[in-house]
């Protein structure tokens, strides 16, 4: 192929050409061309066989070799509005001080509505968080022969921790095996790994060590390897497990309001809102067999995973949470809890550069010093993002102006 040919190959339209032709697959573009050629040249083909315009997805603002490790086939971005709630004071284990929370999101009413939230928080003196538990999970599953089989590799598991602990750790500088915890049902057996990824979200991590725990169990044992996840982990997914025993980082932010202040600036009284919480977020979700507790704390919590550069898909698991309100002493106590907040300031779309741009608001892009601590911050800013949420959702349902709102604001 000859100097021009290459030139030939990197012009949009010829590549475009090429796939329309079958010689090329768009998957194959990369190859042909630098990453914005071949996402124009993608472009180019599905807006001849679809009859989209596609200028707005193709008018980005950085350059598309900085997301080759986040998506294939690359044709553009989709742009999310991005607004900042607060500054909210925060009394964090990890975080500390005012913050502006930055949320991406359609939905017209959310950002005011949180804003007003972190407002009443800070006027109350800020609020409190604390990661309770980390804990990225991964759960192979393994075929035995019987419950004699299960039984012995339970055992041999509990005998032998530290030595799948090391296969595990030998695949990475960053993770750390807390602890494995085995599952029976019938002749499968399900094996619980649990890793400390610091500020790495770590999903990938986990699996990555887990396999090469895997081959160990395999090579002693008379285990099977079915496959490397076993959906006892539980990634992606609702599942009890890990509302009960946590899963990423175990998040909680909590408030008292003083009765003067609910008043004057929610429109209603703390004991309207601890009833309102009992009924609605507690016997209401009771009633409905819901995992979350909550009046919408996955609002919040997907704004935060879109705008950080979060997994958009753990927010099923994110939203795993528990508010409770209760008077004290004429005063609101309200908490959030998140039990399986899975989050990280490393890697994933956190190096995409919007994203990076938004984890800089808030002070904790990249590592931590010590390790662990700018995602455990983020944790604490999400969990009183939610908290602010919950609060003015809860206040505006209580006084009865919820449907006034969103007409003032024409949402």
Same mark, same amino acid.
């Given at each position: !192929?000859?100097?021009?040919?290459?030139?030939?190959?990197?012009?949009?339209?010829?590549?475009?050409?090429?796939?329309?032709?079958?010689?090329?697959?768009?998957?194959?573009?990369?190859?042909?061309?630098?990453?914005?050629?071949?996402?124009?040249?993608?472009? *180019?083909?599905?807006?001849?066989?679809?009859?989209?315009?596609?200028?707005?997805?193709?008018?980005?603002? #950085?350059?598309?070799?900085?997301?080759?490790?986040?998506?294939?086939?690359? *044709?553009?971005?989709?742009?999310?509005?991005?607004?900042?709630?607060?500054?909210?004071? %925060?009394?964090?284990?990890?975080?500390?001080?005012?913050?502006?929370?930055?949320?991406?999101?359609?939905?017209?009413?959310?950002? +005011?509505?949180?804003?007003?939230?972190?407002?009443?928080?800070?006027?109350?003196?800020?609020?409190?968080?604390?990661? /309770?538990?980390?804990? !990225?999970?991964?759960?192979?599953? #393994?075929?035995? $022969?019987?419950?004699?089989?299960?039984?012995?590799?339970?055992?041999?598991?509990?005998?032998?921790?530290?030595?799948?602990?090391?296969?595990?750790?030998?695949?990475?500088?960053?993770?750390?095996?807390?602890?494995?915890?085995?599952?029976?049902?019938?002749?499968? %057996?399900?094996?619980?790994?649990?890793?400390?990824? &610091?500020?790495?979200?770590?999903?990938?991590?986990?699996?990555?060590?887990?396999?090469?725990?895997?081959?160990?169990?395999?090579?002693?044992?008379?285990?099977?390897?079915?496959?490397?996840?076993?959906?006892?982990?539980?990634? &992606?997914?609702?599942?009890?497990?890990?509302? %009960?025993?946590?899963?990423?980082? $175990?998040? $909680?932010?909590?408030?008292?309001?003083?009765?003067?202040?609910?008043?004057?600036? *929610?429109?209603?009284?703390? @004991?309207?809102?601890?009833?309102?919480?009992?009924? &609605?977020?507690?016997?209401?979700?009771?009633?409905?067999?819901?995992?979350? #507790?909550?009046?919408?704390?996955?609002?919040?919590?997907?704004? !935060?995973?879109?705008? $950080?550069?979060?997994?958009?898909?753990?927010?099923?698991?994110? +939203?795993?949470?528990?508010?409770?309100?209760?008077?004290?002493?004429?005063? /609101?106590?309200?908490?959030?809890?998140?039990?399986?907040?899975?989050?990280?300031?490393?890697?994933?779309?956190? &190096?995409?550069?919007?994203?990076?741009?938004?984890?800089?608001?808030?002070?904790?892009?990249?590592?931590?010093?010590?390790?662990?601590?700018?995602?455990?911050?983020? +944790?604490?800013?999400?969990?009183?993002?939610?908290?602010? @949420?919950?609060?003015?959702?809860?206040?505006?349902?209580?006084?009865?102006? /919820?449907?006034?709102?969103?007409?003032?604001?024409?949402?």
């Amino acid at each position: !192929m000859t100097d021009a040919d290459d030139a030939s190959d990197a012009d949009p339209e010829s590549l475009a050409e090429r796939v329309r032709a079958g010689d090329l697959r768009l998957h194959e573009l990369d190859d042909h061309a630098d990453a914005d050629a071949a996402a124009a040249a993608r472009r *180019l083909v599905v807006e001849g066989e679809t009859d989209a315009s596609l200028e707005s997805i193709g008018n980005y603002g #950085f350059p598309a070799e900085r997301a080759e490790s986040n998506i294939e086939n690359m *044709l553009g971005t989709v742009q999310v509005p991005v607004g900042v709630a607060g500054p909210v004071d %925060v009394n964090g284990g990890a975080a500390d001080g005012e913050a502006y929370l930055p949320l991406a999101t359609t939905e017209g009413a959310l950002l +005011a509505s949180v804003n007003r939230g972190c407002s009443v928080l800070s006027r109350a003196g800020g609020a409190n968080a604390r990661v /309770l538990k980390s804990g !990225m999970t991964r759960a192979p599953v #393994f075929r035995v $022969t019987d419950v004699v089989e299960a039984e012995a590799l339970v055992s041999w598991v509990r005998d032998n921790t530290d030595r799948l602990a090391e296969a595990a750790e030998s695949t990475t500088s960053h993770g750390e095996v807390l602890d494995v915890t085995p599952y029976v049902v019938g002749n499968s %057996v399900y094996l619980r790994f649990r890793y400390d990824t &610091k500020d790495a979200m770590g999903m990938n991590m986990a699996t990555i060590a887990t396999e090469a725990a895997c081959d160990v169990v395999e090579s002693e044992t008379a285990a099977e390897l079915v496959a490397l996840s076993g959906n006892l982990c539980t990634d &992606k997914k609702p599942a009890a497990i890990n509302a %009960v025993e946590g899963r990423g980082r $175990t998040v $909680t932010a909590d408030v008292t309001i003083p009765r003067e202040v609910v008043e004057e600036r *929610l429109h209603t009284t703390p @004991g309207d809102i601890a009833e309102l919480n009992t009924r &609605k977020n507690l016997v209401g979700s009771a009633k409905a067999g819901s995992l979350g #507790f909550n009046a919408h704390v996955a609002n919040v919590v997907a704004a !935060m995973f879109l705008a $950080t550069g979060q997994d958009e898909a753990q927010v099923v698991e994110g +939203a795993n949470a528990i508010t409770t309100a209760e008077e004290r002493d004429g005063d /609101l106590y309200l908490s959030v809890s998140l039990a399986s907040l899975e989050v990280g300031t490393v890697g994933g779309g956190t &190096k995409l550069p919007t994203q990076s741009e938004a984890l800089d608001v808030l002070g904790i892009r990249g590592g931590g010093d010590p390790a662990g601590s700018n995602a455990d911050a983020l +944790a604490e800013y999400i969990a009183v993002g939610a908290l602010a @949420g919950e609060l003015s959702l809860l206040s505006a349902l209580a006084s009865r102006h /919820l449907s006034s709102a969103h007409a003032e604001l024409g949402r």
